[in-house]
């Protein structure tokens, strides 16, 4: 299934692909392995009928229009089936093909493919799925739904709820409920700013406690996909004035760049380590302390040659291992901070006459090379950071060992590369490239409102996740502060109405 990128940095898989239908697209350069009957002008021709509906802000629809997994139809995809050319026999020509599909459309959009009380068309337009009782335009929900928003009703279904609100920062930042007494203290306040200013008082009590920033709190975890850590060294049990050692300089690092009033581009950026000195307390390691450390916990990387969380003994360790060309090092990477998965053929920026192959692996193979003409300028920058071999540390002439096991032009792999479409020199340049890009901060804003309300930003959501990640990078808004976000995310619609 082909796929592009959205403004926000997310993949959208537009394939709409189905034999019956016609509807599909493929990857550029992979095989071409889907049905003779396929029609990649599907997705075009679907937001041709529909230009002004949300899913075609990119100019193509989603393959979850009118299927399941393709080439499974939907309901909505089975009701544009069965009004699609009757009687002119398969497959269709994509002439044929785009000649009737618009009035296969036209025919459907009084249907209601999932009985959720809105029609097609009113639901194309809206944003929501089609073939989903589960979404469903909210506004339009909420106001034919009068009983939800009862003078007696708990909460407030469908806006922010300040009472609800201020319950949930308890339960997400301090990890318990308000008390009876807080709660009754907060609903018998009357003024709408008096109780934001409440909420945010209650913010900044919990941001500091243990469930917050402790080890095992809810950053320590954001950081477990970035990190992957192995149980038996990365228990983080130790919460003492003892520094927790080699294995959790990550974790502090990650708690520290996320907290206070500190830079969350350091992730990709800092120089130093921290340690923690209790268990909500950090601070950073002297250049001193750390040349004293046991060899077992040292972090050999030079200070000019640190990248953050990508140049650290752990991450080496557990990406780079034995590779000369550290294309999982770099992958992990790319998808932990930028949020993009190679793997699922996202964040592609094809490099021309890559991936050149200088460690003989085969990548360049058709089937390959559309993922490796981005993963591999990616990964050259890793290729002087040794993993296991080489005990964790810089090395210029690294790629001279692998010669005897990678042949003789993997030592002409360049320390410089690509990420998202510009050239870098190092992976210090790469870091500041990365942490200064819209991914990064789409991908520290998303993580958090994933953490705090429990889904992914949906179409109801678009502005307000908008305006927290482009506030992120903004200088006189978060300037890269965390806490600053978090602040505004509580007082949104998406965290604040149950």
Known sequence: ??????????????????????????????????????????????????????????????CVACHTTPPARNAFGMQISEKLAPGVARPLSDEDFLKYLPAALKAVEDLDADSDGFSNIVEIMAGTQTADANSVPRALACAADDASRAAD???????????????????????????????????????????????????????????????????????????????????????????????????????????????????????????????????????????????????????????????????????????????????????????????????LNTVPHEPKDYDIKGVGAPECAVCHATLDPLSYPFTRYNGISGGYSYNDDRLKDYVRVDGPRVAEAPAGGMIIGQEVADLLEWGKVAANSDAFAMKVTYDYWKLLIGREPDVNDQAEYTRMWRGLKSATTYNYRVEKMLHDLVLTNAYGRP
């Open 1 to 62: 299934m082909k796929r592009i990128h959205n403004s926000k940095g997310a993949i959208i898989a537009f394939g709409l692909s189905v034999a019956a239908l016609g509807f599909a697209a493929i990857a550029p350069g992979a095989p071409v392995i889907q049905s003779a009957y396929a029609k990649p002008p599907a997705p075009m021709a679907f937001c041709h009928a529909y230009p002004e509906a949300k899913a075609c802000n990119t100019g193509f629809a989603e």
């Open 153 to 347: 009703a708990q909460w407030n279904v469908c806006s922010f709820d300040a009472a609800y609100a201020f319950r949930k920062v308890h339960m997400d930042f301090c990890g318990r409920s308000p008390t009876r007494a807080d709660m009754d203290a907060f609903r018998a306040i009357t003024d709408e700013k008096a109780k934001l200013a409440r909420i945010s008082e209650a913010l900044d009590q919990c941001l500091d406690s243990p469930y917050w920033l402790g080890p095992n709190g809810a950053v320590w975890n954001i950081a477990n996909a970035k990190i992957r850590p192995a149980h038996a060294v990365k228990s983080g049990e130790n919460p003492g004035p003892v520094p927790l050692g080699d294995y959790d300089d990550d974790y502090n690092l990650f708690t520290w760049a996320n907290s206070d009033d500190h830079d969350v581009r350091d992730l990709l950026l800092a120089q130093y380590f921290v340690k923690r000195t209790g268990p909500v307390t950090l601070e950073q390691i002297s250049e001193e302390e750390l040349a004293k450390r046991p060899r077992g916990t040292a972090q050999p990387v030079p200070k000019e040659k640190r990248v953050g969380m990508i140049s650290t003994r752990w991450f080496g360790a557990v990406n780079t291992m034995f590779t000369s060309i550290p294309r999982t090092t770099a992958a992990q990477a790319y998808r932990s901070y930028l949020g993009f998965d190679i793997a699922r053929m996202q964040g």
